[in-house]
């Protein structure tokens, strides 16, 4: 079935479908649950609020359907926090894939750090992973829009750093997640995009 981007009420579609268009893959974009059931990569990309989406994920059945993903699957944004257990954003139960609850950044009162975090920032690769094997050196730059994060834990394979440190990207099995939009990260984003084809 090729690459699906996973369409739902929170997600960032165009942009994601323009990205990969310009390193020559064409997604398929579609709610369809065989669609999704049936391909060999999918993206869950998201804008939005997590309680409205998780919403829209169960009573589509699509909360299912990603759970039993076995091929490669790239959360981006609120999609990388959907795949977590909880969110503090409205108390929400999220897909549980990780393991790991998201927070909501707390700047307590110093106004150098607005919330969201919006902008480039910089990543750090911790190790050697498949996202990130194209980095022309362990750290780069990255775009980022959001007020919650995942936090560092036993899954993290890239860390970036505003209020404190917190998972830029993370995995588990099949399943790997950013914080960031590489589809607007240059050609950093680019190429982790290309890296995720390669799986």
């Known amino acids: 079935m090729g690459t699906v981007i996973i369409k739902y009420n929170a997600g960032n579609i165009f942009s994601v479908k323009c990205a ?11 709610d369809n649950l065989d669609v999704i059931s049936s391909a060999d990569r999918v993206i869950f990309p998201g804008v939005g609020e997590a309680a409205a989406a998780m919403r829209y994920l169960h009573s589509h059945g699509l909360d299912s359907v990603i759970k039993a993903l076995k091929c490669p699957v790239l959360g981006i944004c609120i999609g990388m926090q959907l795949l ?11 897909l549980g894939i990780f393991d790991v609850d998201v927070k909501r950044f707390d700047n307590c ?7 969201p975090q919006m902008g480039w920032n910089t990543v750090l690769s911790n190790e050697k992973n498949e996202l990130s094997c194209q980095f022309p050196s362990k750290e780069e730059y990255v775009y980022f829009v959001h007020s919650y994060y995942v936090p560092v834990c036993k899954y993290t394979i890239m860390t970036a750093d505003y209020i404190h440190s917190f ?33």
Not at 109 to 114: M, T
Not at 169 to 185: C, G, L, M, T, W
């Open 20 to 30: 990969l268009n310009r390193i020559g893959v064409d997604a398929t974009v579609s």
């Open 84 to 94: 977590c257990r909880n969110s503090e954003e409205g108390n929400t139960q999220c």
């Open 109 to 115: 009162g110093n106004h150098d750090f607005k919330i």
């Open 167 to 199: 998972s830029a990207a993370i995995r588990k099995d099949n399943f790997y997640a950013v914080q960031f939009h590489p589809e607007k990260s240059g050609k950093v984003g680019e190429n982790i995009l290309k890296n995720f084809m390669e799986l």
